[in-house]
């Protein structure tokens, strides 16, 4: 009996999406099963205000990976990435930190608070630098698996010796951002509280955790993975929003002949013999394949979509145990004119093409944390705003802007028993509150605005604790240990079951190395 696809993908998010691409590209029948009524996932577009438009989860580009813009050919399927122009401003009381891509005007903004801070910054950025590039030959490879065979002690192997090409300077600088905390790693280096802020802020995207938890120094290294048409460490938007970029990549998949199916969820992973043999829908058709590549969070994958048996006792735990919290805040707001920050006052537009920040200090940063802890959300957010409509005018009417708010820390489940539902308004007016106090005309200028918190996040998208990432990007969870220890290298417990999504090395963000990776190992088994 003919099969209704070589392989299924589950959930037509980027990374399954970029999967799906490199599998129709080499031929193989492909059938894309996504839950909901478009394509995108995290990276997705919408019209949340009467002409305004914008993206709507992520909403930056960096990390997507030069080599899957020009695999699936992407910009000839119509994405336009448009570098930032500018830097950051980060936003300070009664003052500012303004770091332009001017290094000169860079390094005299820092000198102005402290001069031997900018006399290390050249260094500091060097060393991460070259770090990152080292790692980012690792993130397109797959992990050795802990316990595995022959194929994953080669890996560990070229791991090794590609580590091993970083000079001794370099390699301690490898070792202290894996194993210290963000705070600590900067203390060493600068003194400048406004500076070691706008560090900072790298090390808790997308991460609940204060800056002096050991370990969350490699998020500075996560970030600077990316780049945008060919300059490194560079930042972007996409034109039409993030959407485009799912756009892009399913005219690709299409055009090599795969089947996108959309408010198509699927229930079950059907399985003969230990093998996967399709899936179930929830409309209770039985599709049948000989692979299916899941790009869902490793919980609903090995809980809820395979037998609760497919893993042992020890995998059981380690499962349930998975730690995802990202803690993170969005939204998007539709503005009569722009802000007018008071300590910018007659200095021109030009910083709105660029990170505008709430992130004053290491300091600011612990309290939103331990704030959140105790109380559910920070009463003093961190803050990432962006304003795409200064570089995109066709997400704004004439004369209006978009905003987007990228805010921490605000935990997925409140204290005494309360509901995301009843006090989003509540944290919403604390974010716009906190950036009016910088900028007064913000809260007027406001004539809609879009709140994802936490549980909006986890029912939209199904991640499981509103983590963006698919899990903590904590050392425990990372490499060979993603999602758990014996299943790093995409391939499931159950034989023909391939993990895709941002729960697999080398975790979150809009990259599509999840997707590209495991269909090599898809490619690799067929």
């Given at each position: 009996?003919?099969?209704?696809?070589?392989?299924?993908?589950?959930?037509?998010?980027?990374?399954?999406?970029?999967?799906?691409?490199?599998?129709?590209?080499?031929?193989?029948?492909?059938?894309?099963?996504?839950?909901?009524?478009?394509?995108?996932?995290?990276?997705?577009?919408?019209?949340?205000?009467?002409?305004?438009?914008?993206?709507?989860?992520?909403?930056?580009?960096?990390?997507?990976?030069?080599?899957?813009?020009?695999?699936?050919?992407?910009?000839?399927?119509?994405?336009?990435?448009?570098?930032?122009?500018?830097?950051?401003?980060?936003?300070?009381?009664?003052?500012?930190?303004?770091?332009?891509?001017?290094?000169?005007?860079?390094?005299?903004?820092?000198?102005?608070?402290?001069?031997?801070?900018?006399?290390?910054?050249?260094?500091?950025?060097?060393?991460?630098?070259?770090?990152?590039?080292?790692?980012?030959?690792?993130?397109?490879?797959?992990?050795?698996?802990?316990?595995?065979?022959?194929?994953?002690?080669?890996?560990?192997?070229?791991?090794?010796?590609?580590?091993?090409?970083?000079?001794?300077?370099?390699?301690?600088?490898?070792?202290?951002?894996?194993?210290?905390s963000l705070g600590d790693y900067l203390d060493t280096w600068f003194e400048g509280e406004a500076f070691k802020g706008v560090l900072g802020l790298e090390g808790v995207i997308g991460n609940f955790a204060e800056p002096y938890h050991a370990g969350t120094a490699y998020v500075?290294?996560?970030?600077?993975?990316?780049?945008?048409?060919?300059?490194?460490?560079?930042?972007?938007?996409?034109?039409?929003?993030?959407?485009?970029?799912?756009?892009?990549?399913?005219?690709?998949?299409?055009?090599?002949?795969?089947?996108?199916?959309?408010?198509?969820?699927?229930?079950?992973?059907?399985?003969?013999?230990?093998?996967?043999?399709g899936v179930l829908t929830a409309d209770g058709r039985e599709l049948t394949s000989r692979f299916v590549a899941a790009n869902v969070h490793p919980q609903i994958l090995l809980q809820k979509l395979l037998d609760s048996d497919s893993l042992d006792p020890p995998d059981q735990?380690?499962?349930?145990?998975?730690?995802?919290?990202?803690?993170?805040?969005?939204?998007?707001?539709?503005?009569?004119?722009?802000?007018?920050?008071?300590?910018?006052?007659?200095?021109?537009?030009?910083?709105?093409?660029?990170?505008?920040?709430?992130?004053?200090?290491?300091?600011?940063?612990?309290?939103?944390?331990?704030?959140?802890?105790?109380?559910?959300?920070?009463?003093?957010?961190?803050?990432?705003?962006?304003?795409?409509?200064?570089?995109?005018d066709s997400l704004a009417p004439p004369g209006g802007h978009v905003a987007s708010l990228f805010c921490q820390h605000f935990q997925r489940h409140l204290p005494d028993g309360r509901n995301w539902d009843d006090v989003r308004d509540e944290a919403a007016d604390v974010i716009?509150?906190?950036?009016?106090?910088?900028?007064?005309?913000?809260?007027?200028?406001?004539?809609?605005?879009?709140?994802?918190?936490?549980?909006?996040?986890?029912?939209?998208?199904?991640?499981?604790?509103?983590?963006?990432?698919?899990?903590?990007?904590?050392?425990?969870?990372?490499?060979?240990?993603?999602?758990?220890?014996?299943?790093?290298?995409?391939?499931?417990?159950?034989?023909?079951?391939?993990?895709?999504?941002?729960?697999?090395?080398?975790?979150?963000?809009?990259?599509?190395?999840?997707?590209?990776?495991?269909?090599?190992?898809?490619?690799?088994?067929?």
């Amino acid at each position: 009996m003919a099969m209704d696809a070589d392989v299924i993908v589950i959930g037509a998010g980027h990374n399954g999406l970029t999967c799906a691409g490199y599998l129709a590209r080499a031929g193989l029948r492909v059938l894309m099963l996504e839950s909901r009524p478009v394509v995108g996932g995290a990276a997705v577009t919408e019209e949340f205000h009467p002409g305004f438009r914008n993206s709507v989860y992520s909403y930056s580009v960096s990390l997507l990976h030069p080599r899957v813009i020009a695999d699936l050919q992407l910009e000839q399927h119509g994405l336009d990435i448009l570098e930032r122009p500018a830097g950051t401003l980060s936003l300070l009381e009664n003052d500012h930190l303004l770091l332009t891509r001017d290094d000169a005007q860079a390094h005299a903004e820092v000198a102005r608070f402290s001069r031997r801070d900018a006399q290390r910054m050249e260094e500091f950025d060097s060393g991460i630098a070259t770090v990152a590039m080292a790692l980012r030959e690792l993130a397109v490879q797959s992990p050795p698996n802990i316990g595995g065979g022959w194929r994953d002690a080669v890996g560990l192997l070229k791991a090794g010796n590609l580590l091993r090409k970083l000079d001794k300077h370099h390699q301690t600088v490898l070792a202290e951002l894996m194993t210290r905390s963000l705070g600590d790693y900067l203390d060493t280096w600068f003194e400048g509280e406004a500076f070691k802020g706008v560090l900072g802020l790298e090390g808790v995207i997308g991460n609940f955790a204060e800056p002096y938890h050991a370990g969350t120094a490699y998020v500075l290294l996560h970030h600077a993975f990316g780049e945008v048409k060919g300059r490194a460490g560079a930042w972007g938007i996409a034109r039409g929003g993030m959407g485009a970029i799912s756009e892009s990549m399913a005219s690709f998949v299409r055009s090599k002949g795969a089947r996108i199916e959309t408010s198509s969820p699927v229930s079950k992973i059907l399985t003969r013999d230990g093998k996967a043999c399709g899936v179930l829908t929830a409309d209770g058709r039985e599709l049948t394949s000989r692979f299916v590549a899941a790009n869902v969070h490793p919980q609903i994958l090995l809980q809820k979509l395979l037998d609760s048996d497919s893993l042992d006792p020890p995998d059981q735990r380690r499962i349930e145990n998975y730690r995802s919290h990202s803690a993170t805040f969005r939204m998007n707001v539709a503005l009569s004119e722009l802000p007018r920050f008071t300590s910018m006052a007659g200095r021109g537009e030009e910083h709105f093409m660029g990170a505008i920040e709430v992130s004053p200090s290491l300091g600011y940063i612990q309290n939103a944390y331990y704030d959140a802890r105790q109380l559910g959300w920070s009463r003093k957010p961190v803050i990432s705003m962006q304003v795409p409509s200064t570089q995109d005018d066709s997400l704004a009417p004439p004369g209006g802007h978009v905003a987007s708010l990228f805010c921490q820390h605000f935990q997925r489940h409140l204290p005494d028993g309360r509901n995301w539902d009843d006090v989003r308004d509540e944290a919403a007016d604390v974010i716009v509150d906190t950036i009016d106090q910088y900028a007064p005309n913000f809260k007027a200028s406001i004539v809609g605005r879009q709140i994802k918190t936490p549980l909006d996040i986890e029912r939209d998208l199904n991640m499981v604790g509103g983590d963006i990432f698919h899990g903590a990007l904590h050392l425990d969870q990372f490499y060979s240990l993603r999602p758990i220890p014996g299943h790093a290298a995409y391939k499931m417990p159950v034989q023909g079951v391939y993990l895709c999504g941002s729960g697999a090395h080398p975790g979150g963000g809009v990259s599509g190395l999840p997707g590209h990776n495991a269909a090599n190992a898809i490619l690799r088994d067929r």
